[in-house]
């Protein structure tokens, strides 16, 4: 009965900022890795940022050098801060979780409704 709860979506103008926070909740396991992803319309949900235990970070390619992904381990929280948004960012915004037995959401379960971000030009 774990929970995922993204915030921190909204409307900005491209070049603007945003972070998005993602607290987990519930029978949690150790937390191993974090990650981000985004889903656009029309289009697969992509993988965005990942960290793992000892704060190793990996970026797609579209967003290196904008966004950074940190965490607080203690509250189970983790964040993503946006930067120089670009409308090309516009998605639906989902995290998850690593624990013991793997990957908590996956391929063939629900995402949950995510944290919408809206970039304008």
């Known amino acids: 009965q774990v929970q995922l709860v993204e915030s921190g979506g909204g409307v900005v103008q491209a070049g603007g900022s945003l972070r998005l926070s993602c607290a987990a909740s519930?029978?949690?396991?150790?937390?191993?890795?974090m990650a981000w992803y985004r889903q656009a319309p029309g289009k697969q949900r992509e993988l965005v940022a990942t960290i793992v235990s000892n704060g190793i970070t990996n970026y797609a390619d579209s967003v290196k050098g904008r966004f950074r992904i940190s965490r607080e381990k203690v509250k189970n929280t983790m964040y993503l801060h946006m930067d120089s948004l670009k409308p090309e960012d516009t998605a639906v915004y989902y995290c998850n979780i690593k624990v013991p037995y793997g990957w908590y959401r996956t391929n063939s379960s629900s995402w949950g409704q995510g944290t919408q971000v809206t970039v304008s030009s």
């Open positions: 519930g029978n949690i396991f150790t937390i191993t890795a």
